[in-house]
């Protein structure tokens, strides 16, 4: 099932690769299609996902490069369990909105289904080479689809930027996990994940490497999301992007370097020093991230800057959840993932909406949209609620349990989180309400409400967002167990979940 | 040996058949070459199976693995690039056929070099190849830039090839031998004598003006420029590679010793190399001398390769394989990309990147080869150069904990990738979003040449999406036993 979640968007895409480019209907259909099955199948592995259990499930193992240890090998557990499943939901909705492309449609549906394989494939992977190689598959259409479809007058200056800055980090995070690989003696080399943490767990990495190693794979996966002060690209790439493509980016794949930090980076440091010396840095930085971030997001004045900004801020949180190493901060890390990969699809797609029936994302010349767009109006109030973190929704859930794993090993960094989130996310979250949807109604153009059919992805991502704020343990109790195992690897004692 | 000599006799035929050929048709003679080469390559799958290590003329000429290898890479770089002559026949005024007949020359020439095994048919291999490409070279003689180029290639050839000559002069004068089996047995005792390395030293140099490495790398761009599109293709590929078997042949059977001890130097050379060509090739819009840079920094990203190696001349598995790996992907994603510049830029006036604009909408299939192309030579999956290039990574740091180099060598590599990525891009973005197209009339495309493009994409995707078959076969090449058995008789 889970080949099937992974392989069916690729197939699609070769499958429209050889539709003639007259039958742009088909096209869409189909690539929706693939979506909705893909989505479909994801809801049914995780309504079967065994809850409880830290073992890799759905387990699938081919060999593909045998010389090397290389093998098509995929597997979920509690913690890419809610991923594959929140990227199979943003594929799907970002086939939704990308009804706004009206040139190249045969080449931008390709990108999206190879995107949205790829990602599902990055989330997926239990075998290093895989893994990568998946996440290099769905980046590389990032970039051509900014370039192509890109909106805006810095629309060049935001591809290259994105280009260079992912690349450099993607580039930097292999040359991380093959000084990883190499560090393994030759006969039992291999790029199975799970064998090369078991490894590592009996033969411990040498303090020296683990000290070069890891800020490798820190820095490498930390510039893949944003991770303050290599968050620059974010803000203007998203600007930039057609919807579907930063709804993807943003909401999904950025979220492969923080899986990749928990998934091999933890694991293997087992050094007291450097988990000491390393991990305060990242919670240092991750403080630019929430604080200077918000900051700079309050003073936005362009919608799309805004939210791009406050989406690099509440990368800040998994990251310090990251940090604080403890089950509960890595469970809320993870869980914030999930929440904010729907949230920031939710926003981008309403701006993306706005932008296409307005013409312009800037909050001077917008304002009492609200009459006018009561429907989009109204979910986009409700994503921004949940963006400052109002319980009720699954940002909070992750957020809170972020701050309180936290607060044992890394008390001010809460303090100054919390101040971040709750203080600076609400001022610039509240403005943006009262600038574009209430008070003086400009005359921006002649605006229309969404109709059905364009309500249901944002319906689908809202609703996903709220069931899980309202019955966290859904994911909870499925990421836990996976956590404890990667927390009891990297050698800490501990700590349940409080529930 | 029956696969050089075939090669030649196919050679001297098509110039012999030249005479007999109404003039208006002698364009087609390149269809007969490219069959008799295609003959000769599936033939070399029938009667060789070389499970030993053979040899001829005492030892000078080696048939192994390698040699193997390389002669199938050769054939089929030869075979597209005489497909590729025939359409470009109408853009040389006279002499087609002794053009063909000059590319198999010069592929005869590479098929010797891989079985090289002394240094007198390392002399002769190399200046059969280079003396067929001054021609090649200049072949357009009303183009002022080509005979430019094929002077420029003339004078620095020259001055290789008298570094090579020297170099093995002093060493056949401190050894007594030119053959490299009972070189490997000398070195040990001539290791320590400055004349036998700075001997050595010089035929490095000669060989590294092949694979245009820093600092021998200054002809390069001019030649691509000015040479006719298949013979700059020809370059990329098969003068390139016909130098690092050389190279390979020279540094791993000859002198393994000293190479052991060059392995700084070796690192210096790739690092310098990948840095020049990548940094030289961004602010080019001429699109061969572009292709010209970014063929130092691939030979950079090689010597990489040469350099994990030598970091162990006893087991160069590792090294070797990447390198034979990354050639082949390069094979298929340079001749790939040469293939479109030929049909695109037939009738351009300038070889600018710009005038590659809105080829997406004249031609979608040829715009579709360039971007795999490209996306394959910046090293992006799920292509042929990603998989090259993460074996050369791989093998860089397999050394780095006993030789702190290389991870500044991958350090380089990777700041390289990322440069490289800009204008790489660059050319896709001319193709595809570039506004104020003029001509958008749409492009004939033959139905070989069509065929051949399909060929080129069908080999850059399977070797990166399934490279199993390749990278055994590479490794089983590399760690093949050297052909020492072949001692003088």
Known sequence: MLTAIVIVPLITALLLALIPRNFRFVMRLLSLAATLVTLVLAVFLLLRFETGSADYQFVVQRSWVESLGISFYLGVDGINIGLVFMAALVGFAAACVSWEIKHHEKEFYVLLLVMTGGIIGAFASLDLFLFYFFHELALVPTFIMIGLWGRGEQKNFATFQITLYLSLGALIALVGLIALYVQMPAPVRTFEIPRIIAYFQTAPLAASAQHWIFPLLMFGFGILVSLWPFHTWAPIGYTAAPSATAMLHAGVLKKFGLYGLIRVALPIISDDAVRKQWLWVLALLCLGNIVYCGWVAMRQRDLNLLIGNSSVAHMGFVFLGIASLSVIGITGAVMVMVAHGLLAALTFGLTGYLYNHAGTLDMDNLGGLLKKLPFIGTVMIMAMFAGCGLPGFANFVGEVLVLFGSWKTLPWFVVAGAWGALVIGAIYMLRAVRDVWHGEVAETATVQDASAWRKVPFVLLLAALIIVGVWPRVLTDKIEPSVKRIVTVAGLPTVAVVK | ?489
């Open chain 2, 1 to 489: 040996m029956i696969l050089e000599i075939a090669v030649l006799v196919l050679g001297l035929g098509v110039l012999l058949i030249d005479l007999w050929t109404a003039p208006e048709r002698k364009r087609f003679l390149g269809y007969g070459a490219a069959a008799g080469l295609l003959l000769i390559f599936v033939f070399s799958f029938f009667r060789f199976g070389a499970a030993e290590p053979q040899g001829a003329f005492g030892g000078m000429y080696v048939i192994d693995g390698l040699a193997l290898f390389f002669k199938r890479f050769f054939l089929g770089a030869g075979i597209i690039v005489t497909l590729m002559s025939v359409e470009f026949a109408d853009r040389i005024e006279a002499g087609i056929a002794e053009f063909y007949s000059l590319i198999t020359f010069a592929l005869c020439g590479m098929m010797f070099a891989a079985s090289a095994n002394d240094f007198t048919l390392l002399f002769v291999a190399m200046e059969l190849i280079t003396v067929s490409f001054y021609i090649l070279t200049s072949f357009q003689r009303s183009r002022l830039i080509s005979l430019e180029a094929g002077v420029k290639y003339l004078i620095l050839g020259a001055l290789a090839s008298a570094f090579l000559v020297y170099g093995i002069a002093l060493v056949y004068g401190t050894t007594g031998t030119m053959k490299f089996a009972m070189l490997a047995e000398k070195t040990a005792e001539f290791a320590n004598k400055p004349l036998f390395l700075l001997g050595f030293l010089l035929i490095v140099t000669g060989l590294g003006f092949k694979i245009a490495a820093f600092p021998l790398q200054i002809w390069a761009p001019d030649v691509y420029q000015g040479a006719p599109v298949p013979i700059t293709a020809f370059l990329a590929v098969g003068s390139k590679a016909a130098g690092f078997i050389l190279l390979w042949r020279v540094l791993f059977f000859a002198v393994p010793q000293v190479t052991a001890h060059w392995t700084n130097l070796l690192i210096v050379v790739a690092a310098i190399t990948i840095l020049y060509g990548n940094l030289c090739a961004l602010p080019q819009r001429n699109i061969k001398r572009l292709f010209g840079y970014s063929s130092i920094a691939h030979a950079g990203y090689l010597l990489l390769g040469v350099a994990a190696m030598a970091a162990d001349v006893k087991n160069v598995g590792a090294g070797g394989s990447a390198i034979l790996y990354y050639l082949t992907g390069y094979l298929f994603t340079v001749l790939g990309a040469f293939l479109v510049l030929c049909l695109a830029l037939r009738h351009a006036e300038a070889e600018d990147i710009s005038s590659l604009a809105g080829l997406n909408q004249r031609s979608p299939l040829l715009a579709a080869v360039m971007t795999l192309a490209m996306v394959s030579l910046a090293g992006i999956p799920p292509l042929a150069g990603f998989f090259g290039k993460f074996l050369l990574l791989k093998a860089a740091l397999d050394h780095g904990a006993s030789n702190h180099g290389f991870y500044c060598l991958a350090g380089v590599a990777i700041i390289g990738v990322v440069i490289s990525l800009y204008y790489y891009f660059g050319v896709i973005r001319a193709m595809y979003w570039s506004p104020g197209t003029t001509d958008t009339g749409p492009m004939r495309v033959p139905v070989i040449q069509r065929a051949l493009l399909y060929v080129c994409a069908a080999g850059m995707l399977y070797l990166g999406l399934f490279p199993n078959s390749l990278v055994n076969l590479t490794l089983r090449t590399a760690q093949a036993p050297r052909g020492v058995s072949i001692t003088a008789k």
